[in-house]
C-alpha cells in the first residue's frame, strides 16, 4: 500500500513539474527570429554560435539564463524544442552566444552542425530561467560543470569582471576528458589574472602530463580539497554551489555536498539531461 501511495505521489510531482514548465514557458517571452551571425569550432565536437535577434535592440537577461531553439527536426512543436544556457554575458547588445556539444544520434544538434550556417534562421523563446547568480555575492561561490555546462559561469564571470560586483572567492571547476575537449581555456585563464579571487580549476579525467594549473581526474577531488583547505576546525567555509551539467555528475556533486553537510538550499542545479 505504502509503496503504491509513493508511486502515485511521484507521478502527482512529475506532472506538476511538467505543467508548470509548460505553462511557464507558455507565459513566458514570446518566439522570436534569431539570425546566425557567427559558427567557431571550439573542439571537434563543440561549436559556438552567435545568434542576432533583429527585433529587439538589446536582448537582456541574467548570466545563467537559456534560451529555448524551436528546430524543424519534428512535427509536434514540443518535440522540436531544446534548450541552450547563454554563454555570452549581457552586453546591451541583440547578440548572444551559445556552446554547443554535438550528441551522436542527437536529433537537434545533428541538425545544428549539419545545417546551421551563417544567415540562417533560428526560432527562438527566452530568457527563461532561474539559475542565476545570488543578489549579493557575500559567500564563496563554487562553479562546477562539466563540458558545455560551463556556459551560464563563463556569463556569470564575465559579468562579476565588468560589473565590479563584489564578491567572495569564485571558483570554476570544470571537467572534461583531454586538453582537446578544453572549452575557453585561454581566455579563463586570463580572466584569473585579472580578476582577483576568481581561480578556474580545468580538471582532465583522460590526462596525466598537464601543465600548472590544469587537474587530473574528475571535478569532485578538486571542490572537496579546496573546501577542506578552507575548513576552521569541524567548520565548513560559508559558500553557495552551482552545479551544471549532465545528470551523473550533478548528481554525485551534488550527493556528496549534502554528505558534507552543506544545505540543499545553497546547492542550485542545472541539469542539461
Ligand atoms: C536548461 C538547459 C540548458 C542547456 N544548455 C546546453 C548548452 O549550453 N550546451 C549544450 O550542449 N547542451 C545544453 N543543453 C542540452 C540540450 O538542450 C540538448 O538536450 C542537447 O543538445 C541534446 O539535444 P539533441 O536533440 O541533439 O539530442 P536528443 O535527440 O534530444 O537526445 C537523445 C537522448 O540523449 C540524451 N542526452 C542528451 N545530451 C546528452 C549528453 N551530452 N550526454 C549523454 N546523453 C545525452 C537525452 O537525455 C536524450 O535521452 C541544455 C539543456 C537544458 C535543459
Not at 53 to 70: A, K, S
Not at 103 to 109: A, F, N, P, V, W
Amino acid at each position: 500500500m505504502a509503496i503504491i501511495i509513493l508511486i502515485k505521489r511521484l507521478l502527482l510531482s512529475f506532472r506538476i513539474i511538467n505543467i508548470t514548465l509548460a505553462e511557464t514557458i507558455d507565459m513566458q517571452e514570446p518566439w522570436r527570429i534569431g539570425k546566425l551571425i557567427r559558427i567557431v569550432d571550439e573542439t571537434p565536437n563543440t561549436k559556438r554560435f552567435w545568434i542576432e535577434i533583429p527585433e529587439v535592440e538589446q536582448f537582456n537577461f541574467e548570466p545563467g539564463q537559456f534560451v529555448t531553439l524551436d528546430l524543424p527536426i519534428h512535427e509536434q512543436k514540443n518535440k522540436r524544442w531544446r534548450s541552450y544556457s547563454i554563454a555570452s554575458s549581457p552586453d546591451g547588445t541583440n547578440i548572444i552566444e551559445l556552446i554547443i556539444v554535438r550528441l551522436e544520434g542527437g536529433l537537434g544538434t545533428s541538425y545544428l552542425f549539419k545545417e546551421g550556417e551563417v544567415g540562417m534562421e533560428v526560432m527562438l523563446r527566452g530568457p527563461i530561467g532561474k539559475f542565476t547568480l545570488p543578489e549579493t555575492l557575500d559567500k564563496d561561490l563554487y562553479f562546477i560543470c562539466t563540458g558545455t555546462g560551463i556556459a551560464p559561469f563563463r556569463s556569470m564571470v564575465h559579468y562579476i569582471h565588468s560589473h565590479n560586483i563584489p564578491h567572495k572567492k569564485v571558483n570554476i571547476i570544470f571537467g572534461c576528458r583531454t586538453m582537446d575537449d578544453s572549452l575557453y581555456l585561454d581566455e579563463l585563464k586570463h580572466l584569473e589574472q585579472e580578476e582577483p579571487n576568481f581561480f578556474f580549476f580545468p580538471t582532465y579525467s583522460r590526462e596525466t602530463n598537464l601543465p600548472e594549473g590544469c587537474h587530473t581526474g574528475y571535478v569532485h577531488k578538486v571542490y572537496e580539497t579546496l573546501i577542506s583547505n578552507c575548513k576552521t576546525g569541524d567548520c565548513l567555509p560559508p559558500a553557495n554551489f552551482f552545479l551544471c551539467g549532465w545528470k551523473n555528475m550533478v548528481d554525485e556533486a551534488r550527493d556528496k555536498l549534502v554528505c558534507m553537510g552543506y544545505d540543499k538550499k545553497d546547492i542550485h542545479l542545472e541539469l542539461y539531461g
